[in-house]
């Protein structure tokens, strides 16, 4: 992870150890503009923050003269936005997948070359690309749906988890946090046909060998978890599914799934199964608040009441429009009990605020209406819930014993300027990020990484395994 910055950091008196021995502990103090506090409707003026080894230990509204020590933050401070949804590899077909007519069928062939082309340290550097490239964006943590996990010719590599390895170390080396959850992917359809083609990396044989795999994988750093998911209905039979939600169950990780998101799903789950996904799922106890359903798009009034007990949605709106995949039933989840995330997935767009806006405007496209979303409930979407989503209970809110996460975006850009602070997530773009902490360790400042070249890395990583 990123070194603390000594220019807005002090060293306070030793705290005890306890063996006795003194350690340094680490004190910073930051004075925000405008700063969105919990459960508040709008943000507070004038707040003073104050952090320790990586916690918030005082958040403090209405402080017009901040202590000399502290730095200035201009604009608006949020916590940390929480992407709950990444395909890293995605990435390299951002902008060379849109010319062609289709649907989400034909896109994942060219999906699937990407992935035919990856080894550990091509993984490695696109994802590190990917991941710098959230940070600017002021993402702080990231879910990576994870399924690449064996050589091209299916055979595992030497170290099994090498790849997930090389994600883990992607996302220290970017400066941020990461669930690595782990995917099960054993059969092309709902049917059971085997994988084959490029989608033999991605299986392991059966959930128990998965298991075996993916409990082998424990990252060190503190930066990174593991969780588990199961791709799809489609990806996992039917009698394998427990397995999979009870390895979650029995290390209290999350579980991530891919539900209905495109009707041809859904019809080839009620041919075979008679039920729906999320039916199948509920069957299996595979629902609840540890899962989180990643897109929701085609959902009957049932399960809608199935997820409604507590299961989390992470909607991808950005790739949900980019594959005329269809717009989800936000309103009507968030009003059944699910708490909503917002992920990225295929990174044809990496800004939590245009996920977030979306919320709201693809739901006003849907019911021809306005009005659908508190500008807080927005920002809850892009913090706090998307850690929770991802087993980072402690993050994505601005409140002592927090982990020291801080975003600031700009007020006076040129889509910002003249936007009351409440408005922000209506206005403001990924590119209006200034600054951003990890942790308490500054990761971005004035706009820029402060560890990677960005773009150079984003066009070295692309251009070895773009199609």
Request: hydrophobic residues 45%.
């Amino acid at each position: 992870m990123t070194a603390p910055d000594p220019a807005t950091a002090a060293t306070d008196a030793t705290a005890p150890t306890g063996a006795g021995r003194p350690v340094p502990r680490h004190h910073q103090r930051y004075h925000a503009e405008y700063a969105w506090l919990p459960d508040r409707p709008e943000p507070d003026a004038d707040v003073l923050v104050e952090i320790v080894d990586g916690r918030f230990t005082a958040v403090t509204p209405g402080v017009p003269v901040p202590p000399p020590d502290a730095r200035r933050l201009s604009g608006l401070t949020l916590p940390g936005l929480a992407n709950a949804h990444s395909h890293a590899f995605h990435r390299a077909l951002r902008g060379r997948s849109h010319g062609h007519r289709g649907d989400f069928w034909d896109w994942r062939q060219q999906m699937y070359a990407v992935a035919a082309r990856l080894d550990p340290e091509r993984y490695l550097a696109l994802a590190r690309a990917t991941y710098a490239e959230m940070a600017l964006a002021g993402i702080t943590c990231v879910g990576e749906f994870h399924y690449l996990h064996h050589a091209p010719d299916g055979s595992p590599y030497a170290d099994p988890n090498v790849m997930g390895a090389a994600l883990v170390e992607a996302a220290a080396q970017a400066g941020i946090r990461l669930t690595l959850l782990d995917t099960c992917y054993l059969t092309a359809t709902v049917d059971g046909k085997p994988l084959t083609g490029p989608q033999v990396r991605f299986g392991d044989g059966d959930a128990a060998r998965w298991a075996e795999r993916a409990a082998a994988l424990r990252p060190s750093g503190g930066h990174a978890r593991v969780g588990a998911a199961i791709h799809s209905v489609r990806a996992v039979p039917a009698e394998q599914l427990a397995e999979v939600a009870g390895w979650a169950a029995d290390r209290a990780a999350p579980l991530h799934v891919h539900l209905s998101e495109q009707p041809a799903e859904n019809e080839a789950c009620l041919a075979y199964h008679g039920r729906t996904p999320t039916g199948l799922l509920a069957e299996a106890g595979a629902l609840g608040p540890a899962t989180t359903a990643v897109h929701a798009t085609h959902l009957t009034d049932a399960d809608r009441l199935l997820l409604g007990g507590g299961t989390g949605v992470c909607l991808c709106p950005t790739t949900e429009r980019d594959l005329a995949d269809g717009i989800g039933p936000a309103r009507a989840l968030a009003d059944a009990g699910s708490p909503i995330s917002l992920g990225s997935d295929s990174h044809a767009v990496i800004d939590i605020f245009e996920e977030a806006r979306a919320m709201e405007l693809d739901e006003r496209l849907h019911t021809l209406a306005r009005g659908h979303f508190s500008a807080a409930e927005l920002v809850r979407a892009g913090t706090a819930a998307g850690h929770a989503a991802l087993g980072w209970p402690d993050a994505g809110r601005l409140a002592p014993g927090g982990r020291a996460d801080l975003v600031t975006v700009r007020l006076d850009s040129v889509r910002t300027a003249g936007v009351p602070p409440v408005g922000a997530f209506f206005a403001a773009g990924a590119t209006d990020v200034t600054d951003v902490l990890v942790d308490g360790r500054p990761v971005v400042r004035d706009g820029r990484h402060l560890r990677l070249d960005v773009p150079a890395e984003l066009v070295s990583a692309i251009a070895a395994v773009a199609p």
